[in-house]
C-alpha cells in the first residue's frame, strides 16, 4: 500500500562542505566542469606517509561565517563550542546549520519535541598534540617512563579532550545548539554512515516517532594518525605527478582510493509537515536498503553486499508505490561508490550487472570520488547531495575514466550529455562489507 502523506519523507534543507566548496551549488558545479579536490595536503605533515596528496575541503576555515547566516547568540554559543570540537565534528555541524537555514527553520513552525537529528560519524582519532605536553613530562633523554604518567603526564592533557572526538558529538552539538528534543541518534559505520542515518530517519518519521530531523554524516581521513593508519591498512592510490589524476574509478588503470574530507546534510520531513509549513521540498526518499556480507560467505562478499542492497531497495520502492510491481524499473542514474580500488570497484560493477544486466540496459552509472576521494563517513551524504542537485538535468561524467576496465561492466558516464533523470539511487560500502542503498526522486 502506498504511503500516506504522514508517512512519506521528503528532503527540505541541504547543507555541505566539501573539497570542492561549501555549497550545493559550488559541489555540482565543480563536479560538471571536471575540477578536482584532490591536492597536496597542507593540513598533515607527510614525513611519514606514503603519499602526499589527498581531498582537503579546503574553504573550510572552522569560522563562525562557514556555519551560515546564524542569530548572534547562536555565534557565540558555536563559538564557544568550538573549543570541545575537532574537525570532523565542526564540518558535521556546520552541514546541518547550512541545512536548518536553507531549509527555512523557524522554531515557530516545529514541534521541539518532535524534531531531532541522526547523524552519521566514522570513529574519531585525537590529534597527537593533545598529549605532547604529557608525553614530554615524563620523558627523559629519550625515553618514556610509565610510571610517571599518573603523576606527571596526565594532568598536562586537558580534561575535555575526550569531547573533542566522541563520534555521539555532532548529533548532540546540532540538538544543543538548536533545542532540538526529538529522537537523537548517532550511526558509526565508516562510508556506510550516511545510508544508515538516512534509513533510521525515515523508519522514525514514517512511524510517526517524529516530524522533522536534521540527517547528515561527516568524515574525515585527512588526519595526522588516520591518514597513516589508512595507509597501512588500505590499498591507497599512488602519488601522481598531477595529484588530480590520482583516483580513477573503475579505469582499466586505477589502483587505490584517496582520502578526502567534508560532510554533508538534509532535513527531512514528512510530506505533511513540509506541505503544511510550505516549505520547498528538493526530494523524497522513496526506499533505503542495507546489508552486511563479510568474508564468510564465500567468494566476492563485497558483490553480494551490493547486489542485495540493490534488490533490496527496489523491492521497497515497489512496496512503497514508487516503482511499478512488475516490469522494468526507471531509475534515473546510479552514484556509485566507485572507491577506485581494484577489487571493490570490480564487485560493484559485477553486482550492478547482475541486478540490472548488461551495460546496455542498465542506468547511467557515475560517481564523485574521482574528484572529491574517500570521505569516509562523509561520502554518502556529500554524494547524495550532487546527485540530487543534478535531477532534472545534465548528470556529471566520472573523473579520470578514460579506459573502462573490462572486468566492469556498467553503463558509465563519460561524458557531459547524459541525462541524470529524475531519480537516483545511491550505493556505499565499508572494508568490512556493511552496505547501504538509498533511493531519491524529484518532488512527486
Not at 575535555?160 to 558529538?169: A, D, Q, S, T
Not at 550516511?194 to 512511524?207: K, L, P, Y
Request: proline share 6%; with cysteine; hydrophobic share 35%.
Amino acid at each position: 500500500m502506498p504511503a500516506t502523506s504522514a508517512q512519506r519523507v521528503v528532503i527540505t534543507g541541504i547543507g555541505v562542505i566539501s573539497p570542492l566548496g561549501n555549497t550545493p551549488e559550488e559541489l555540482l558545479s565543480g563536479l560538471r566542469e571536471g575540477k578536482s579536490g584532490i591536492a597536496p595536503f597542507t593540513q598533515i605533515p607527510t614525513d611519514v606517509l606514503p603519499i602526499s596528496n589527498g581531498a582537503e575541503a579546503s574553504a573550510f576555515t572552522g569560522h563562525i561565517s562557514d556555519y551560515g547566516p546564524l542569530e548572534k547568540s547562536l555565534q557565540r554559543t558555536i563559538r564557544k563550542g568550538s573549543k570541545v570540537m575537532c574537525r570532523e565534528i565542526e564540518m558535521g555541524v556546520a552541514a546541518a546549520q547550512l541545512a536548518l537555514h536553507n531549509g527555512g527553520h523557524n522554531p515557530d513552525d516545529f514541534d521541539r519535541d518532535r524534531t531531532g537529528v541522526v547523524y552519521g560519524c566514522d570513529y574519531i582519532m585525537s590529534l597527537p598534540e593533545e598529549y605532547a605536553e604529557g608525553i614530554a613530562a615524563c620523558t627523559t633523554d629519550g625515553e618514556f617512563d610509565f610510571t610517571k604518567w599518573g603523576d606527571l603526564g596526565l594532568p598536562k592533557v586537558n580534561p575535555l579532550w575526550l569531547l573533542k572526538y566522541l563520534p555521539n558529538m555532532p548529533a548532540s552539538h546540532i540538538a544543543i545548539y538548536n533545542d532540538l528534543r526529538g529522537p537523537n541518534n548517532s550511526i558509526t559505520l565508516r562510508e556506510a554512515s550516511a545510508g544508515a542515518a538516512i534509513s533510521e530517519a525515515v523508519s522514525t518519521i514514517s512511524r510517526g516517532h517524529a516530524d522533522a530531523l536534521v540527517v547528515g554524516s561527516t568524515g574525515s581521513r585527512v588526519h595526522t594518525l588516520r591518514t597513516l593508519h589508512a595507509s597501512m591498512q588500505e590499498k591507497l592510490a599512488s602519488d601522481t605527478e598531477d595529484p588530480s589524476r590520482m583516483s580513477r574509478p573503475f579505469d582499466a588503470s586505477r589502483d587505490g582510493s584517496v582520502v578526502g574530507e567534508g560532510a554533508g546534510a538534509f532535513l527531512c520531513e514528512s510530506l505533511e509537515h513540509a506541505e503544511k509549513r510550505g516549505a520547498t521540498i528538493y526530494g523524497e526518499i522513496v526506499a533505503c536498503s542495507s546489508s552486511a556480507v563479510g568474508p564468510a560467505a564465500g567468494d566476492q562478499p563485497m558483490r553480494k553486499g551490493f547486489a542485495n542492497v540493490l534488490r533490496g531497495v527496489i523491492r521497497k520502492g515497489r512496496e512503497n508505490g514508487f516503482a511499478p510491481a512488475e516490469g522494468k524499473i526507471n531509475v534515473g542514474h546510479i552514484h556509485a561508490h566507485g572507491l577506485s580500488d581494484v577489487d571493490t570497484d570490480t564487485c560493484e560493477a559485477g553486482a550492478i550487472a547482475d541486478v540490472f544486466g548488461f551495460a546496455e540496459s542498465q542506468p547511467p552509472v557515475t560517481t564523485a570520488k574521482g574528484h572529491l576521494g574517500n570521505i569516509g563517513a562523509g561520502s554518502g551524504m556529500v554524494e547524495m547531495i550532487a546527485s540530487l542537485q543534478s535531477l532534472g538535468d545534465k548528470l556529471f561524467p566520472i573523473r579520470n575514466l578514460e579506459q573502462l576496465d573490462e572486468n566492469c561492466p556498467i553503463a558509465a558516464v563519460t561524458t557531459d550529455d547524459q541525462s541524470a533523470g529524475d531519480n537516483f539511487i545511491n550505493l556505499n560500502i565499508t572494508p568490512q562489507g556493511q552496505t547501504t542503498a538509498v533511493w531519491i526522486t524529484k518532488p512527486r
